[in-house]
């Protein structure tokens, strides 16, 4: 087993319904979902950081910076991403030649884990197990399947992440 960091940056997974806007948000106080997520899969050794809380819609590059330093600076191998779907492919490709030697999977979710019926969880625990077994690099894993950064992309029309 290898040591895991999980970088949160927001998107879908860690969202709630607001009853005042009928919308989806950040939780008000800024928590993420993601420790729930762990233990309730008996998930104990990851290091969660939360680095943001913030729909990958509205990213930039000072954000995806900032998401290449976290990993820079993460003592761990291997680094697991939450980031909005929207956007996961950009990011990985602007972190591609950025992560040196570490094995770097982003994940995320189509329906907040705070609503039944979520992928989220399966998504995290896919990425956490494929950290741990891939070679060095950027990687996406969404619905089941792994993508290298390059071939990391949405597909809109049926809400889900093709090859």
Known sequence: MKDLRILVTG???????DP????LSFSPDGATHLP?????????FPVVQ?????DSLYFDDADRAA????????????VVITHGTGTMGETARFLAPR???????????MRPFSLY???????????????????????????GRV??????????EQGRFDA
């Open 117 to 143: 019926t979520s992928d989220g969880e399966f998504n995290l625990g896919g990425a956490v197990v494929a950290a741990q077994m891939l070679e060095p690099g950027v990687w996406g894993v969404m619905n």
């Open 36 to 44: 729930e997520m762990l233990r309730i899969a008996r998930c104990h």
């Open 67 to 78: 998401i290449a330093k976290a990993v820079a600076d993460a003592p761990e191998p291997c």
């Open 20 to 23: 005042r806007t009928e919308g």
């Open 147 to 156: 993508f290298a950064a390059d071939a990391l992309n949405k597909n809109v």
């Open 50 to 54: 939360l680095l943001m809380l913030k």
């Open 11 to 17: 998107g879908t997974i860690d969202k709630v319904h």
């Open 99 to 109: 992560v040196g030697d570490k094995t770097v999977v982003l994940t995320g979710a």
